[in-house]
């Protein structure tokens, strides 16, 4: 079945320390890609999406992502956490013409002062 | 923000009853989605609307049903509601015409127990 896969449920880091999370997805189709983050209390909203071209994407806050095609995986990467990182990191996948957003089950984040 | 407000926000209800949420968009977005979210699962898609009166299944539809007769409101019904749909339910639109092109920006949500 086609699925988005997050490898880590709860990660846990201090400030100042660097950040992979992995996403793999299984379509076989072209695809879109996103990370969308969820902080305590509030709604998702988009860090950073892959549509086509370089496959290392720029998001907000010092986030980035790279798409790796023969992988099938879209890793977040930050270079030095902070604590109002501090959350819930989704990774989702589109396919291309088609109106179905499939997410992954979600990695929690916590980073200590 | 994409001017989307959810009704009710909180609602505890029994076994049997029937609810129904409410999203409403203020910007005439085509393209409206319901997600619930349950922990270890993420976000899962009941249904989604591409126009007035058009709408499609997603991957958890099963006990959901949902209208759509004016651009602005998509509606989320569980005719009969069950323990197992005590969830958290997001509302989503699409701005740049479709899941496939764009992002999603999300409601507020509506936390749902069933007792």
């Known amino acids: 079945a086609q699925s988005v896969s997050q490898h880590n449920h709860h990660v846990i880091l201090s400030e100042a320390a660097s950040l992979e999370l992995g996403c793999n997805y299984s379509y076989g189709g072209t695809v879109n890609l996103f990370w969308y983050v969820q902080y305590p209390g509030q709604h998702l909203q988009l860090l950073l999406k892959?549509?086509?071209?370089?496959?290392l994407v720029k998001g907000i806050k010092g986030f980035e992502a790279e798409f790796i095609k023969s992988k099938f995986s879209f890793n977040l990467r930050k270079p030095s956490v902070q604590w109002s990182d501090t959350a819930e990191y989704f990774c989702?996948?589109?396919?291309?013409?088609?109106?179905?957003?499939?997410f992954g089950a979600g990695t929690r984040l916590t980073v200590k002062p | 923000d994409a001017g989307i407000t959810q009704s009710p926000r909180h609602k505890v209800t029994e076994t049997g009853t029937p609810v129904t949420l409410r999203c409403h968009q203020t910007e005439n977005h085509r393209y409206m989605y319901w997600y619930r979210q349950d922990p270890g699962h993420g976000l899962r898609l009941i249904h989604y609307?591409?126009?007035?009166?058009?709408?499609d299944k997603g991957e958890v539809s099963d006990g959901y049903s949902v209208s759509r007769s004016k651009t602005e409101d998509f509606l989320l019904t569980l005719e009969s509601a069950t323990s197992s749909q005590t969830s958290v339910y997001f509302c989503a639109i699409s701005i740049a015409g479709g899941v496939r092109t764009g992002e999603l920006f999300f409601g507020e949500g509506s936390r749902l127990t069933v007792l």
């Open positions: 989702a996948v589109n396919l291309f013409n088609n109106n179905d957003m499939r």
């Open positions: 609307s591409y126009g007035v009166k058009d709408t």
């Open positions: 892959y549509f086509s071209g370089d496959p």
